[in-house]
């Protein structure tokens, strides 16, 4: 196969696109695509001041990456939840965050250690919990948009980026049309907004790329990720989607993309009813002000009122 | 001296004797190319590329949770 744009040998095939690439060209072409869905979902300015949530993983190198590429004021927030489960996970997670803001000078990567913080890992937290008896999932989501909120709030952010890519997005929509998730639906999207409340604008930059594309961009950037997974991650039923969605793919290429454009599309033209006539009122949380459903503490202050009442 | 394909994939490996296409080679390890990238002597490839015996393949996975 020959790329499309200067005839030699392409190292890419996506048969979604119809789009054959050698490796310059594949990463002439991302950054652009990039910079498209960037102006196309209107996600942030030049002027504005971007907070990356980095995990170590490839999406989210890849996006800060790219960001910085196309010259944005990008800086990078790790959030390291103390997860080790016998791979060392958080520590070598973490090592590829510091390694990647070590080679780029310009910006800033900001870490947030929980058990340093908060006296407890992620694994710890769920374990007390009734929240994460099973699995720390829940407990670690609550806690990284907490954090990933504080932190943008206290350090002047206009906008949190996160890696999320089209498999991530799509196995989310076909679990929340599974079981007509209308509220989760209608907020499902390329960016969240600002809340009055104080949260910050949230984007995907890199939601219309698949996942292949963007390990493609990683690895022929010659970008360090980490490789494994989270450890916890095993079972877990977006990997279950995501097989099934595979097979679709394979046998429609292109099934995928059109699955999220169209729903986009559909949510547009009205699928929901606006949001205002169903959500509840927000409240500010007694304790750290973040927006919460209930009157009193949040979610996030709930966990950890629990300890203090415990007298740990 | 018998040269040989050589594939890793994660923690597994294979060896194969004989010329075969990349997509051949994922159908006889039971992998879909949507999720995977192949290496071929360090260089990415795409499906329609020939591996020779001697050649060092790696196959990387796409596919992340959470
Ligand atoms: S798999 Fe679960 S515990 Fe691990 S990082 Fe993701 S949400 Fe957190
Ligand atoms: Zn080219
Ligand atoms: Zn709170």
Redesign the pocket.
């Known amino acids: 196969m020959k790329c499309r744009t200067c005839g030699r040998p392409a190292v890419i095939n996506m048969r979604q696109h119809k789009l054959a690439l050698c490796a310059d060209h594949y990463l002439d072409w991302f950054v652009r695509q990039t910079e498209r869905t960037i102006r196309k979902y209107r996600m942030f300015t030049p002027e504005e001041r971007i907070l990356v949530a980095v995990?170590g993983g490839k999406d989210s190198l890849a996006l800060w990456d790219v960001l910085l590429r196309l010259g944005y004021h990008a800086d990078g927030l790790y959030i390291d939840?103390g997860?080790d489960a016998g791979l060392d996970?958080s520590h070598q997670s973490r090592s590829k965050a510091e390694a990647f803001a070590a080679a780029h000078p310009e910006t800033r990567l900001i870490i947030v250690d929980i058990p340093a913080t908060y006296g407890e890992s992620?694994p710890q937290v769920a374990a007390r919990t009734l929240r994460g008896r099973q699995?720390?999932?829940s407990v670690?989501?609550l806690v990284?948009r907490h954090e990933m909120n504080r932190v943008a709030l206290e350090e002047g952010y206009d906008v949190l980026a996160t890696g999320h890519n089209l498999d991530d997005e799509v196995a989310v929509l076909f679990g929340n049309t599974m079981q007509w998730k209308v509220g989760y639906l209608r907020r499902q999207g390329p960016v969240l907004p600002a809340d009055a409340q104080g949260l910050a604008r949230k984007v995907k930059p890199l939601c219309r790329f698949y996942e292949r594309e963007t390990a493609a961009y990683a690895l022929l950037r010659g970008i360090d990720y980490i490789y494994d997974?989270?450890?916890?991650?095993k079972g877990?039923t977006s990997l279950r989607y995501k097989a099934l969605l595979a097979q679709m793919e394979h046998r429609s290429p292109g099934a995928k993309l059109h699955f999220y454009i169209h729903f986009l599309k559909a949510r547009e033209e009205g699928l929901f009813c606006p949001e205002e006539q169903t959500r509840p009122p927000m409240h500010p949380c007694e304790r750290c002000g973040q927006p919460t459903t209930a009157p009193g503490l949040c979610a996030f202050c709930r966990l950890w009122v629990r300890k203090e009442e415990a007298g740990g | 001296m018998d040269k040989v394909i050589r594939v890793r994939f994660r923690d597994r490996t294979w060896t194969f004797d004989r010329k075969m296409t990349v997509k051949r080679l994922l159908e006889e390890v039971g992998l879909l190319p949507e999720n995977v990238l192949v290496l071929r002597n360090g260089t990415m490839v795409t499906e329609d590329q020939h591996l020779y015996p001697g050649d060092e393949v790696k196959i990387v996975a796409v596919i992340s949770?959470?």
């Open positions: 995990s939840l997860i996970y992620i699995r720390p999932c670690c989501g990284k997974e989270c450890p916890f991650s877990a | 949770g959470g």
